[in-house]
């Protein structure tokens, strides 16, 4: 799930701090908050990652609209630009930061048939045109995370999250989420982003 660090960020910045020719923020602009205002509940880890706190919550029903591909994930970059352009093309805003969802394990499926979803959330439900495409993030129990480092470094906090779902002997449910809560544009540096990282679980037993 690794992408060029320069190319994922400035993605991401672009999409929570693109404004209009005439300074204000169209109404397509998704306004991620700055590493101030940030209040997460649980420690932020940070790397190598050796402590990472790990907790479950319920996650309420999430709008979303979404570009899907199939392929490798270092192209999330390019999905979360093509969903951007599409989201102020169409007028559309955006309730929060965008977010990926991944589908499959890298480790068993080829990187041609790994499914993709850039995505950014709704306040409502509403019907995009193409390339967008709507869904509902449902609710269930997540365990979750958050990690601070460039964000395509997320994924090296996986094996804590993992962990913790086998010592509650539960099973992985459904696409991991990774909610890139920090707009690069107002962090001093790539240390001072954080991604909140959450896997749908159920009980296995």
């Known amino acids: 799930?690794?992408?060029?660090?320069?190319?994922?960020?400035?993605?991401?910045?672009?999409?929570?701090?693109?404004?209009?020719?005439?300074?204000?923020?169209?109404?397509?602009?998704?306004?991620?908050?700055?590493?101030?205002?940030?209040?997460?509940?649980?420690?932020?880890?940070?790397?190598?990652?050796?402590?990472?706190?790990?907790?479950?919550?319920?996650?309420?029903?999430?709008?979303?609209?979404?570009?899907?591909?199939?392929?490798?994930?270092?192209?999330?970059?390019?999905?979360?630009?093509?969903?951007?352009?599409?989201?102020?093309?169409?007028?559309?805003q955006a309730s929060g930061p965008p977010f990926a969802l991944y589908y499959d394990d890298p480790g068993r499926v080829s990187a041609d048939e790994l499914r993709l979803r850039a995505c950014f959330p709704l306040a409502a439900p509403l019907r995009p045109e193409p390339p967008l495409a709507f869904d509902v993030l449902p609710s269930t129990t997540v365990v979750y995370a958050y990690v601070a480092g460039p964000y395509p470094d997320a994924p090296r906090a996986y094996p804590s999250l993992y962990a913790f779902l086998r010592k509650l002997e539960w099973l992985e449910d459904g696409p991991v989420r990774e909610i890139y809560l920090v707009d690069p544009a107002a962090a001093a540096s790539w240390d001072d982003l954080v991604t909140e990282i959450q896997i749908p679980a159920r009980s296995g037993l």
Do not use: H, N
Not at 58 to 64: A, E, G, H, N, T
């Open 1 to 92: 799930m690794r992408i060029a660090a320069t190319l994922l960020c400035g993605l991401l910045a672009a999409a929570c701090q693109a404004s209009s020719p005439a300074g204000e923020p169209p109404t397509s602009s998704p306004r991620a908050p700055s590493v101030a205002d940030l209040a997460p509940d649980l420690a932020v880890a940070r790397a190598p990652y050796d402590s990472v706190q790990v907790d479950w919550k319920q996650r309420l029903d999430q709008p979303y609209v979404y570009v899907e591909t199939r392929g490798s994930y270092t192209r999330v970059g390019e999905a979360l630009r093509q969903a951007f352009e599409a989201l102020r093309e169409q007028s559309l």
